[in-house]
């Protein structure tokens, strides 16, 4: 049987109440998780075009998505030179669309979860990561048994803490399926506890930041949440190349398949909270 391997990052803070950053002209907050899907044997194939990438450049240090934006850290050399610099983000977004993996998220919009649940749920929220892990796991999941594949997941090391609860949400999925509403969540067709025990295969692994597709996870994740708050072209380059989800699937599967914006009512409406 063909096996899938989901690598996933997250984004943002994971809790209901942090406060966000008031210099954001685009009034984004939020947590995600999400990265990319990769069938096993082409693990291969994206990992010479990865060090065909990275040789050139010199680079010997993972490819991080927000200091390579900010031109931080070990990429503060993007500030120095313009041209080198474009020639770098251009050549960046030719790698990203190369590589035989399909990216697919979960992004939790934090104005909009907390209009949803804070007067319901008060302190007894869950944690956003416990939304975002369900939710894209399942989605995985579901594309994989269309397939006909197993599903085998990795995530970033975050803290030990953190780690934990996602390997319980996880193991969670196994004995009790999805945790949702049932009568709320009824169109989305959750897989059931039988479903998520023979299709995914063992528990989640931890990796570091050195691996080569948590760094390509980690890229691909970003635009997948810049997009949901407004157009952006980095997006638009990986949609163009079918290599996010929804490029893939009919819009009739988004709602079970693609990509989720989840509690984004607040911004499709544009009712932005005051900051």
């Not at 109440?17 to 069938?39: C, N, S, T, Y």
């Not at 030719?94 to 934090?110: E, M, N, Q, Y």
């Not at 609860?165 to 509403?181: C, I, Q, S, T, W």
Request: net charge negative; proline share 5%; with cysteine.
């Amino acid at each position: 049987m063909t096996t899938l391997q989901l690598y996933i990052d997250d984004s943002g803070s994971r809790f209901p109440d942090h406060k966000p950053d008031a210099a954001r002209a685009d009034g984004m907050d939020w947590f995600a998780l999400g990265g990319v899907l990769i069938e096993k044997d082409d693990l291969a194939t994206a990992l010479d075009l990865y060090r065909a990438f990275v040789g050139p450049w010199g680079i010997d240090y993972p490819l991080h998505s927000t200091k390579i934006r900010g031109r931080r850290g070990e990429f503060r050399w993007l500030g120095r030179d313009a041209d080198r610099a474009g020639r770098f983000y251009r050549e960046l977004g030719d790698f990203l669309v190369s590589l035989p993996v399909i990216g697919t998220a979960c992004v939790v919009d934090r104005p909009g979860y907390n209009h949803r649940y804070q007067e319901r749920y008060g302190d007894q929220r869950w944690l956003m990561c416990k939304t975002a892990y369900t939710i894209v796991i399942e989605r995985a999941l579901k594309y994989a048994q269309q397939r006909g594949a197993e599903l085998e997941v990795f995530f970033e090391e975050a803290g030990a803490r953190e780690d934990r609860a996602l390997v319980e949400y996880h193991r969670e999925l196994k004995r009790n399926g999805m945790p949702f509403d049932q009568g709320t969540s009824a169109g989305y067709d959750g897989l059931s506890p039988e479903a998520f025990r023979d299709g995914l295969l063992g528990d989640p692994a931890r990796v570091t930041k050195k691996s080569p597709l948590m760094q390509v996870a980690d890229l691909y994740l970003y635009p997948m949440v810049k997009a949901g708050y407004e157009p952006y072209p980095p997006f638009d380059q990986l949609h163009a190349a079918s290599r996010v989800i929804d490029a893939l699937i009919s819009e009739e599967e988004r709602t079970r398949l693609g990509i989720k914006y989840s509690c984004f009512e607040l911004v499709q409406n544009g009712e932005r909270p005051d900051r």
